[in-house]
């Protein structure tokens, strides 16, 4: 058994007895000890709890009690996620030291399906970045090329799978923030439908665009830790209460014949380097081979999504981001008993958070101020429902002509989707 192996290939090792969890949570232990002075893939390594998570799963699988398809395999976390006594900083100085009360639901789901935790890993601070630059711990590397950047906000578990220092990882996604860095480290990352995954325990950024999510090396990896970690939480107002689908027969099946495969016509021409078009038209060609049909869409509106993207997600960074006020957690700066509340949270946030998150902070602000608020919050929400609209418009349309949907079944199955929809 390598730590080059898949996920998957780990789990039967583990189920047939050929290697014990404690034995493989070790030699990922080894690899980071090795290789992440130079990729600083983590922010935090939970040596003694890991372990103890290892042994769990190896005495119950020594006495046959049934585990879960991953029961044993090493996982890295985003620290993001909360996780009950272990250090969950954001990547930011303002909760350095802070140990939550209590477990995130994706961490709940964890280890109740035996996944061993490893550690937190490396982000930017509270996911404003698209590089792992602005972690206020210093940044991650590329494990391809130290020099390079791994991507963000979730570099450093994008890093940790490239690296070989776990086979699976936890990221999230608020624009970008797992997809981006599995292209850039050439792993498999995946933004489930928002509601998918439960947000409870997840630090907010952005509320309405937050989203965690399975990072992996391969497709069936990322597709088994989907299925781990997605399904309705009643703590989370924003879940969808549906019947998480199989992605894992999916995954397995590896066949898109006959898959229709929606291409946006504005994804394309100026703003995007010749190669990466050239990779995705590549990839888009190979679809074909394999028998996918893809389709060319039109949604104009995209041209503006950007720019709401830029407005609606400071302005819910501004709002999320007031609670770190000096004085209900994290650090505290400046309270020597003569200054006021006031000055103490203005000098703990002036130490506290880098020049990334405080630019967000501010324009937020400001786009959510009297009088502003209409112009840029409100339109910028406007923008999103017309997205949201023919993006529902182009799916109905494909489902019309491929299925005929004048039944009631049919009816059902669009009512499911415009509830998965409702959020996005």
Same mark, same amino acid.
């Given at each position: 058994?390598?730590?080059?192996?898949?996920?998957?290939?780990?789990?039967?090792?583990?189920?047939?007895?050929?290697?014990?969890?404690?034995?493989?949570?070790?030699?990922?232990?080894?690899?980071?000890?090795?290789?992440?002075?130079?990729?600083?893939?983590?922010?935090?390594?939970?040596?003694?709890?890991?372990?103890?998570?290892?042994?769990?799963?190896?005495?119950?699988?020594?006495?046959?009690?049934?585990?879960?398809?991953?029961?044993?395999?090493?996982?890295?976390?985003?620290?993001?996620?909360? &996780?009950?006594?272990?250090?969950?900083?954001?990547?930011?100085?303002?909760?350095?030291?802070?140990?939550?009360?209590?477990?995130?639901?994706?961490?709940?789901?964890?280890?109740?399906?035996?996944?061993?935790?490893?550690?937190?890993?490396?982000?930017?601070?509270?996911?404003?970045?698209?590089?792992?630059?602005?972690?206020?711990?210093?940044?991650?590397?590329?494990?391809?090329?130290?020099?390079?950047?791994?991507?963000?906000?979730?570099?450093?578990?994008?890093?940790?799978?490239?690296?070989?220092?776990?086979?699976?990882?936890?990221?999230?996604?608020?624009? /970008?923030?797992?997809? &981006?860095?599995?292209?850039?480290?050439?792993?498999?990352? #995946?933004?489930?439908?928002? /509601?998918?995954?439960? +947000?409870?325990?997840?630090?907010?950024?952005?509320?309405?665009?937050?989203?965690?999510?399975?990072?992996?090396?391969? #497709? %069936?990896?990322?597709?088994?830790?989907?299925?781990?970690?997605?399904?309705?939480?009643?703590?989370?107002?924003?879940?969808?209460?549906?019947?998480?689908?199989? #992605?894992?027969?999916?995954?397995?099946?590896?066949?898109?014949? /006959?898959?229709?495969?929606?291409?946006?016509?504005?994804?394309?021409?100026?703003?995007? &380097?010749?190669?990466?078009?050239?990779?995705?038209?590549?990839?888009?060609?190979?679809?074909?081979?394999?028998?996918?049909?893809?389709?060319?869409?039109?949604?104009?509106?995209?041209?503006?999504?950007?720019?709401?993207?830029?407005?609606?997600?400071?302005?819910?960074?501004?709002?999320?981001?007031? +609670?770190?006020?000096?004085?209900?957690? /994290? %650090?505290?700066?400046?309270?020597?008993?003569?200054?006021?509340?006031?000055?103490?949270?203005?000098?703990?946030?002036?130490?506290?958070?880098? +020049?990334?998150?405080? +630019?967000?902070?501010?324009?937020?602000?400001?786009?959510?101020?009297?009088?502003?608020?209409?112009?840029?919050?409100?339109?910028?929400?406007?923008?999103?429902?017309?997205?949201? &609209?023919?993006?529902?418009?182009?799916?109905?349309?494909?489902?019309?002509?491929?299925?005929?949907?004048?039944?009631?079944?049919?009816?059902?199955?669009?009512?499911?989707?415009?509830?998965?929809?409702?959020?996005?």
């Amino acid at each position: 058994m390598s730590i080059r192996d898949s996920a998957a290939s780990m789990a039967a090792a583990l189920a047939k007895k050929e290697i014990t969890s404690v034995e493989l949570t070790n030699q990922h232990f080894d690899q980071i000890n090795a290789v992440d002075k130079d990729v600083h893939a983590f922010l935090y390594l939970d040596k003694e709890g890991a372990l103890a998570q290892a042994q769990e799963v190896d005495k119950k699988r020594a006495v046959g009690e049934k585990l879960s398809p991953l029961a044993g395999v090493p996982l890295a976390l985003k620290d993001v996620m909360v &996780q009950k006594d272990v250090p969950t900083t954001c990547g930011s100085k303002i909760l350095e030291g802070w140990k939550p009360p209590y477990d995130s639901t994706v961490v709940s789901k964890l280890k109740a399906a035996g996944i061993v935790i490893l550690g937190k890993t490396n982000m930017d601070e509270f996911a404003m970045g698209s590089s792992t630059e602005n972690s206020a711990f210093g940044p991650t590397h590329n494990p391809w090329d130290l020099s390079r950047i791994p991507g963000g906000s979730g570099g450093g578990s994008s890093a940790a799978l490239a690296a070989f220092q776990a086979p699976l990882a936890i990221g999230t996604d608020t624009g /970008g923030s797992i997809r &981006q860095p599995a292209a850039v480290t050439g792993t498999v990352g #995946v933004k489930p439908t928002y /509601g998918a995954v439960s +947000r409870y325990g997840l630090v907010a950024f952005s509320s309405s665009l937050d989203q965690a999510g399975p990072c992996a090396r391969t #497709v %069936l990896d990322a597709a088994l830790l989907h299925q781990v970690i997605a399904g309705f939480d009643p703590k989370d107002s924003t879940s969808i209460n549906q019947v998480t689908p199989d #992605v894992v027969a999916a995954a397995k099946k590896l066949d898109v014949k /006959g898959v229709k495969i929606g291409v946006v016509k504005q994804l394309a021409g100026d703003g995007y &380097q010749k190669g990466v078009e050239n990779k995705f038209n590549e990839a888009i060609a190979e679809l074909v081979k394999l028998g996918a049909e893809i389709i060319e869409v039109s949604c104009p509106n995209f041209e503006y999504a950007l720019a709401a993207y830029y407005l609606i997600a400071p302005s819910e960074c501004s709002s999320n981001l007031a +609670r770190f006020d000096s004085i209900r957690f /994290g %650090l505290r700066v400046g309270d020597d008993g003569a200054r006021g509340a006031e000055e103490v949270m203005n000098l703990t946030r002036q130490a506290g958070f880098g +020049r990334e998150v405080k +630019r967000r902070i501010i324009l937020g602000t400001y786009a959510l101020s009297s009088g502003y608020y209409d112009a840029y919050y409100g339109s910028a929400q406007k923008v999103r429902t017309l997205i949201k &609209q023919i993006l529902i418009k182009h799916l109905l349309n494909v489902m019309y002509w491929s299925h005929q949907l004048l039944r009631l079944q049919h009816l059902k199955l669009v009512k499911k989707v415009m509830i998965h929809l409702r959020c996005i």
